[in-house]
T-cell receptor
Framework: DTEVTQTPKHLVMGMTNKKSLKCEQH?????MYWYKQKAKKPPELMFV???????INESVPSRFSPECPNSSLLNLHLHALQPEDSALYLC??????????????FGPGTRLTVL | GQQLNQSPQSMFIQEGEDVSMNCTSS?????WLWYKQDPGEGPVLLIA?????ELTSNGRLTAQFGITRKDSFLNISASIPSDVGIYFCAGRPTQGGSEKLVFGKGTKLTVNP
């Protein structure tokens, strides 16, 4: 299995809702990432988990809360989002975060719209 | 922060033509990755490069890790309509930790049949 899967594919939520994005990989990778991507822009890193521990938080607002329940799963909990948070949210994984041969593999993304 | 300069920003070509795009940096990188992204989808890894001077092919795609470790190029030969999309270079700088990728701004490729 060489895939990163993400659910849901699309999500529409109001500013008072609480929702979660889910990501899963079964490649035995020990590093997982959340990115945010706006139209016609490159992905922007949000969080990095290494061996199930949060290693990087790129000063992301607290309305985004990541969680890594185990080495295969990564969640992003959303609460009180703003319309400007509407974007494509991408999950990625890599074998580890150090050393060579650490290419990142991306999931298909969740298209989030905040009303 | 570190930046990658990716060019050209966009390309309009006829089917069958060859394409070349490149990325440059002011600092040294130890990894170069090339991704293709279709609208509404996640980036798909095309080629990964790990050594200065390395030349790697994947079908009609060829990419090279520059000798100075500050640049990389991607060539697509005999383009076809399904090559349409946005191509991103990404690199892992030698300084500042190995966890982060730095992305170029992308090259949007349009192929006219």
């Amino acid at each position: 299995d060489t895939e990163v899967t993400q659910t849901p594919k699309h999500l529409v939520m109001g500013m008072t809702n609480k929702k979660s994005l889910k990501c899963e990989q079964h490649m035995g990778h020990r590093a997982m990432y959340w990115y945010k991507q706006k139209a016609k822009k490159p992905p922007e890193l949000m969080f990095v988990y290494s061996y199930e521990k949060l290693s990087i938080n790129e000063s992301v607002p607290s309305r985004f809360s990541p969680e890594c329940p185990n080495s295969s799963l990564l969640n992003l909990h959303l609460h009180a989002l703003q319309p400007e948070d509407s974007a494509l949210y991408l999950c990625a994984s890599s074998p580890s975060t150090s050393g060579g041969a650490n290419e990142q593999f991306f999931g298909p993304g969740t298209r989030l719209t905040v009303l | 922060g570190q930046q990658l300069n990716q060019s050209p920003q966009s390309m309009f070509i006829q089917e069958g033509e060859d394409v070349s795009m490149n990325c440059t940096s002011s600092s040294i990188f130890n990894t170069w990755l090339w991704y293709k992204q279709d609208p509404g989808e996640g980036p798909v890894l095309l080629i990964a490069l790990y050594k200065a001077g390395e030349l790697t092919s994947n079908g009609r795609l060829t990419a090279q890790f520059g000798i100075t470790r500050k640049d990389s190029f991607l060539n697509i030969s005999a383009s076809i309509p399904s090559d349409v999309g946005i191509y991103f270079c990404a690199g892992r700088p030698t300084q500042g930790g190995s966890e982060k990728l730095v992305f170029g701004k992308g090259t949007k490729l349009t192929v006219n049949p």
